[in-house]
């Protein structure tokens, strides 16, 4: 069977968008709970047990699936003719921010590996650096889906493709923003509501990329 790029561009955005938002907002929540410290980070796991562990490597998993998706996606946009540059940015800052999202993610799964093999002093440190790092991690997100929304505008074939980069800019541009003045999101309903049009904006465009490889 023959995938092209687009193709599979197209499906990572909407699968690895959508099954983020589930296990994130989702199953996560539902089954360890809500952390705000590595303390609770850690003992939530731990009562979890692999199930909570599991949880934490699909949801990084998909994430990634998204971004992998994102720089293909840009790296499409590149080969255009308006916007191309911009678009061959996004794709670079988006591997960067696939690293670090990686690295992140196996910090926190070694904190883990080390609280059940009894080592509760490294366990803290791995859990604290997991959940302190990432500082730049919400403007770097942002620039990489405010570069990518300007070929889209550029390369747009419709209205339809033209409004879905204006509002992945427009959502990137309140995140950038955001970081900027020093304001935490994550928990407020404007940061839900910018998280929610992000996914719904990936989703239909990865719809509208497979609709056009068609």
Same mark, same amino acid.
Do not use: H
């Given at each position: 069977?023959?995938?092209?790029?687009?193709?599979?561009?197209?499906? +990572?955005?909407?699968?690895g968008?959508?099954?983020? &938002?589930?296990?994130?907002? =989702?199953?996560?929540?539902?089954? #360890?709970?809500d952390?705000?410290?590595?303390?609770?980070? &850690?003992?939530?796991?731990?009562?979890a047990? @692999?199930?909570?562990?599991l949880?934490?490597? %699909?949801?990084?998993?998909?994430?990634?699936?998204?971004?992998?998706?994102?720089?293909?996606f840009?790296r499409? %946009?590149?080969?255009? @003719?308006? =916007?191309?540059? #911009?678009?061959?940015?996004?794709?670079?800052l988006?591997?960067?921010?696939?690293?670090?999202? $990686?690295?992140?993610? @196996? +910090?926190g799964?070694s904190?883990?590996?080390?609280?059940?093999?009894?080592?509760?002093?490294?366990? $803290?440190?791995?859990?604290? #650096?997991?959940?302190y790092?990432?500082?730049?991690?919400?403007?770097?997100?942002?620039?990489?889906?405010?570069?990518?929304?300007?070929? $889209?505008?550029?390369?747009?074939?419709?209205?339809?493709q033209?409004v879905?980069?204006?509002?992945?800019?427009?959502?990137?541009?309140? $995140?950038?923003?955001?970081? &900027?003045? =020093? +304001? @935490? +999101?994550?928990?407020?309903?404007? =940061?839900?509501?910018?998280?929610?049009?992000?996914?719904?904006?990936?989703?239909?465009?990865?719809? !509208?990329?497979?609709? !056009? !490889?068609?």
């Amino acid at each position: 069977m023959n995938i092209s790029n687009k193709i599979l561009s197209s499906w +990572l955005l909407i699968s690895g968008a959508i099954l983020t &938002l589930v296990i994130w907002v =989702g199953l996560e929540p539902a089954i #360890v709970g809500d952390y705000s410290s590595p303390q609770e980070f &850690l003992g939530m796991m731990a009562e979890a047990g @692999d199930v909570g562990a599991l949880l934490g490597l %699909l949801g990084a998993v998909f994430f990634l699936a998204q971004i992998v998706g994102t720089v293909m996606f840009a790296r499409q %946009l590149g080969e255009g @003719d308006s =916007g191309a540059a #911009v678009a061959n940015i996004a794709a670079i800052l988006g591997i960067v921010l696939g690293a670090a999202i $990686m690295v992140s993610n @196996d +910090l926190g799964l070694s904190a883990l590996a080390a609280g059940s093999a009894g080592d509760g002093a490294s366990a $803290m440190v791995g859990a604290q #650096v997991s959940f302190y790092s990432g500082a730049s991690f919400g403007m770097l997100f942002g620039l990489t889906y405010l570069c990518l929304s300007i070929p $889209m505008i550029a390369q747009a074939s419709g209205m339809f493709q033209k409004v879905l980069g204006y509002l992945l800019g427009l959502l990137t541009l309140v $995140m950038i923003i955001s970081t &900027l003045a =020093g +304001l @935490d +999101l994550a928990d407020s309903i404007l =940061g839900i509501i910018i998280w929610l049009g992000l996914v719904v904006v990936l989703v239909l465009t990865g719809v !509208s990329n497979l609709r !056009s !490889s068609e």
